[in-house]
C-alpha cells in the first residue's frame, strides 16, 4: 500500500503512524487550528522516541545445574548445619561449666512430667538428703525394681533433651575424687554435700561412685570402701618399712607406685591420712611413724639406739609430733629400751632373758630385801624396787632396771606380782602352799 508523506521525516513510513499523525483536515474536511497542529508535532516527536527505543531483552532461562555442583551445594549446606551444631553444642557446655551443677539438674526438670520429677528430685536429694528405693516406694505406690526403672527412663530423657548427664559422665573422670572440703570451694559445686555428689553421679550418669569417711573428711570417688581400707593399709605399711635414711622424695614415689589401678587421685587423701607434714622437715619420718604406730616406731628405734638415741633429740622430736595421748606410752616404751644419761645422751639397756644369770642374782636381793623390811611393807613397783636394791654388794657391776625385776618376780616363790604393776611379798601360808608343804 502507498504512504503518503505528511512532513515527515523519510524515514518513518509506517501506517499507524500515517494514521494518527495525519492532519485532521484530511480526516474532517475541516482545517486545524494552529493549537492543533503543536499537538500533532508532539505526538510525532513522542512516536519517533518510542521507535528509537531498543526492545527490552527477554531474560535467558536458568541454567539447570550438573550433578557435581549439587552434590557441593549439598556438602556446603552439610558443613553449616554441623558448624551451627557445634556452636550451640560448645556454647552449651560452656553454660554447663559455669552454672552450679545443683541449679543445671533442678532446672532439668521441667523436661519431665510431675510424678517422675518428684521421684527423681527425691533419689538424687536436689531439695535434701537423697532417699533410698526403699523409702519411695510406698508413697509412690511402686516396687523397687521400678523405682530404678523410672530413674533410668527419666535420665535416658535428660539426656536426650538437656544433654547434662553426658556432659557431666565426660567431666567425672577429672572432677572425682573430691572432698567436702573441696567442694565448699569449687563454684560449680555450689549447694551440694557428698551424698548428694554422690547419688548424681551414681544414677544420672550410670559411673560408680562412693562415698568415704576417712579422718580428714568425706570423699567422693571411684574407690569402694574395702579399696581404700587396703590402700590405707599399705601406705601404712609402706610408713613402717621405711628407713630412716630414706628421703622424702624416695618415700612419696614409693607410695604413688603402690597405688592401686585407679586409685591416683587418691594420693592426698592418703598422705592426709598417714599424717603428712605440709613441709616435711628432718623428722618428717618421725612425724608418720608417731602417728601410725608408737611401738612399730620403738621397735625401729632400739634396733639403732646409737645413732639416734645419742643425739639426745628423738624424745623431743616425737612429742612434737606424735598425739599427745600418746606421749606417755611412748616415753614409757623408750625408757624401756634406753635410758637417759646425766650428759643428755641416751643409752641403750640391756636386754634380759630368764636364762640369764644376772636375773637370778637380782631374785636374790630383791628376797633379801623384802626379808629385811618390816612385816608390814607397802607394794612397791618395778623401778622402786629396782632402785631399792640397785646398792647390794651382790649386784655390783649390774645394771639393774625394771626388766631384770620383773623377770626376777616370776621365778621368785616369796614375792609375787599384785595387780598390774605392784610387788609385794608372799604371804607365809601362801610360801608353804608353793613349796608343798601344809601349814
Not at 260 to 273: D, K, P, S, V
Request: hydrophobic content about 40%; overall charge neutral; some cysteine.
Amino acid at each position: 500500500m502507498g504512504t503518503r508523506q505528511h512532513g515527515l521525516s523519510p524515514g518513518i513510513s509506517d501506517t499507524r503512524l500515517d494514521r494518527c499523525c495525519r492532519p485532521p483536515s484530511d480526516r474532517t474536511g475541516v482545517r486545524p487550528a494552529a493549537d492543533d497542529y503543536s499537538t500533532l508535532e508532539a505526538r510525532r516527536e513522542r512516536a519517533s522516541r518510542e521507535r528509537e527505543q531498543p526492545e527490552p531483552a527477554v531474560p535467558a532461562p536458568p541454567a539447570v545445574p550438573t550433578r557435581r555442583e549439587l552434590e557441593a551445594i549439598r556438602r556446603a549446606e552439610q558443613a553449616r548445619a554441623l558448624d551451627a551444631e557445634a556452636a550451640e553444642a560448645a556454647a552449651r557446655e560452656a553454660a554447663f561449666r559455669t552454672l552450679p551443677l545443683l541449679a543445671t539438674v533442678r532446672n532439668s526438670r521441667a523436661h519431665l512430667d510431675g510424678r517422675n520429677a518428684r521421684l527423681l528430685a527425691r533419689k538424687f536429694g536436689i531439695d535434701g538428703p537423697p532417699e533410698t528405693a526403699f523409702a519411695l516406694m510406698d508413697e509412690f505406690g511402686v516396687n523397687r525394681a521400678r523405682v530404678f526403672q523410672i530413674v533410668e527412663q527419666s535420665v535416658t530423657r535428660l539426656e536426650r533433651l538437656d544433654g547434662w548427664p553426658r556432659r557431666l559422665r565426660d567431666l567425672a573422670g577429672e572432677t572425682l575424687p573430691v572432698s567436702s572440703e573441696e567442694m565448699s570451694r569449687n563454684p560449680w559445686l555450689e549447694g551440694l554435700g557428698p551424698e548428694q555428689l554422690e547419688a548424681i553421679v551414681w544414677f544420672g550418669t550410670g559411673e560408680r561412685a562412693f562415698l568415704l569417711k576417712p579422718s580428714s573428711g568425706p570423699v567422693v570417688g571411684h574407690l569402694k570402701a574395702g579399696e581404700w581400707t587396703a590402700l590405707r593399709k599399705a601406705a601404712r605399711d609402706l610408713v613402717i618399712a621405711t628407713g630412716f635414711d630414706a628421703t622424702s622424695a624416695q618415700f612419696l614415689a614409693d607410695l604413688r607406685a603402690s597405688l592401686l589401678a585407679g586409685a591416683e587421685g587418691y594420693e592426698r587423701f592418703l598422705l592426709r591420712e598417714i599424717g603428712w607434714p605440709s613441709e616435711p622437715g628432718k623428722d618428717w619420718l618421725l612425724h608418720l611413724k608417731g602417728r601410725i604406730s608408737t611401738s612399730a616406731l620403738i621397735r625401729q628405734v632400739a634396733d639403732r639406739v646409737d645413732i639416734l638415741f645419742k643425739t639426745g633429740t628423738l624424745v623431743e622430736a616425737v612429742q612434737a609430733y606424735v598425739p599427745t595421748s600418746a606421749v606417755r606410752g611412748l616415753l614409757s616404751a623408750i625408757s624401756r629400751e634406753a635410758r637417759h644419761l646425766p650428759d643428755g645422751r641416751w643409752e641403750a639397756r640391756c636386754r634380759w632373758s630368764q636364762e640369764d644369770p644376772a636375773v637370778e642374782l637380782v631374785k636374790e636381793a630383791c628376797e633379801r630385801f623384802f626379808q629385811g623390811c618390816p612385816e608390814k611393807t607397802p607394794p612397791l613397783r618395778s623401778p622402786a624396787l629396782a632402785q631399792a636394791i640397785a646398792g647390794d654388794p651382790a649386784l655390783r657391776g649390774i645394771e639393774v632396771d625394771a626388766d631384770p625385776v620383773g623377770l626376777a618376780i616370776l621365778n621368785s616363790d616369796e614375792i609375787k606380782m599384785r595387780g598390774a604393776s605392784w610387788i609385794v611379798p608372799v604371804e607365809p601360808r601362801t610360801a608353804l602352799r608353793h613349796q608343798g608343804m601344809s601349814p
